[in-house]
């Protein structure tokens, strides 16, 4: 039976543990000691050849572990890669799986281990709530600042299958242990930076915009993505502090030691807050326009941001208010801080380069109804938005990020 709660009541999910600060690589081999003795490490060819990934393996191995490296991950994670990377280490026998990298490189680690300990198709786990039980132990070790994989509930794959990308969402994805170190992150390119900090930035608007659900005691368990609440709130107001202050030094200047630590710190909040609360329209739309595009996630999200917070604005005066004062703006008037609020969010991304309109990262205006139509489709991000989205209201806000003007329905 559900019952009602108080409208103050929080819901949060995270990683067992979570090392956090410059220098915290070297602990791997000592956390992954104690939970198996062969372990899986996913990652990318960069990173294969990178020196500091070199010594966790030897790191890995001095404390006794077998080790297999996949270095073959992709970015936006093709499903082939999933298989491949299954099948390749299935004689192996992991029963740790390791991420190092990117968003991809902790995605693949998730949907291996998934496939590795129950089997079958990954589109069995399409979705919410379908993996059956847990997996092996998975540690998560983030190389750029943006996605928030770390503590998430969710992996999303690029199936050719269906020509788009899916999600899986399960709190039996969550790792085990998260391990941010901001080191790991010093060799990122301005563009990598801007990219991945931007999607964190998303990640924490949609987080705290997304609708306020029932607080029932079942809400929890009944979803992956529950909305904004008190928990979720403070990590998503805090990372989008965080951002506004250090990212745009970060992308200027990548030795910035308390910037990059500052970012990465922002995605972890970030990540924190939409792996309970959902993200919405933004990322609705960007599935579509990115298997259209071939951009990365994180410019897509970017780009349609300050569009969807224009069409959100009226159900969402209090939150832009406070996500203005976040970002610095000062002033006392809650109405002209949530206009300020969209007009920050542009002129951040505009300063670390993020284009414009969709126009700008390559979207055709034939294709626009066929993005609206296709965003509809996920069902679980159009229903975490703040104001209510049709056909129509998708329609206006891609005309809009494709024209570079205020959506129609605004």
Request: glycine share 10%.
């Amino acid at each position: 039976m559900s019952v009602s709660m108080p409208v103050s009541a929080g819901f949060l999910r995270s990683p067992r543990a979570i090392l956090f600060g410059d220098g915290q690589r070297h602990a791997l081999g000592t956390v992954v000691r104690s939970l198996g003795t062969r372990a899986l490490i996913c990652t990318d060819e960069r990173l294969a050849g990178d020196a500091m990934f070199g010594a966790m393996i030897r790191d890995l191995q001095a404390c006794g572990l077998e080790t297999l490296v996949y270095d073959k991950t992709q970015a936006e994670l093709p499903i082939a890669g999933v298989f491949e990377c299954t099948e390749q280490s299935r004689a192996f026998a992991p029963n740790v799986v390791i991420g190092i990298g990117g968003g991809s490189c902790m995605d693949i680690a998730k949907l291996v281990g998934l496939l590795l300990t129950h089997g079958g198709d990954l589109s069995d786990y399409y979705g919410e709530l379908k993996v059956p039980g847990p997996l092996m132990p998975l540690i998560a070790i983030p190389t750029t600042s943006g996605t928030g994989s770390e503590v998430t509930a969710v992996a999303v794959v690029a199936d050719d299958r269906r020509d788009m990308k899916v999600g899986v969402s399960s709190p039996h994805l969550i790792p085990h242990t998260a391990i941010c170190d901001p080191e790991l992150t010093h060799s990122c390119p301005p563009g990598l930076t801007a990219c991945s900090g931007a999607d964190a930035l998303t990640h924490a608007i949609e987080a705290f915009t997304a609708v306020q659900r029932e607080a029932t005691t079942d809400l929890a368990t009944s979803r992956v993505f529950v909305g904004k609440n008190a928990l979720t709130d403070v990590h998503a107001l805090t990372a989008i502090s965080l951002i506004a202050k250090h990212l745009p030094k970060a992308v200027e200047n990548g030795g910035d030691r308390q910037a990059r630590a500052g970012v990465m710190l922002a995605a972890l909040h970030a990540g924190l807050a939409f792996g309970t609360a959902g993200t919405a329209a933004a990322h609705a739309i960007q599935y579509p326009v990115g298997a259209l595009t071939h951009t990365a996630h994180g410019i897509g999200v970017a780009v349609l941001m300050p569009y969807v917070m224009a069409f959100n604005r009226p159900a969402c005066t209090a939150e832009f208010a406070k996500i203005a004062s976040a970002m610095g703006v000062e002033g006392h008037d809650e109405e002209q801080l949530a206009d300020a609020a969209i007009d920050a969010v542009r002129s951040l991304f505009s300063h670390i380069g993020i284009p414009a309109t969709l126009k700008d990262i390559g979207l055709s205006g034939d294709d626009l109804a066929h993005v609206a139509g296709q965003s509809m489709l996920a069902a679980r991000l159009v229903n975490n938005n703040p104001r209510l989205l049709d056909e129509a209201a998708m329609a206006a806000i891609t005309r809009a990020a494709h024209q570079g003007s205020v959506p129609a329905t605004a």
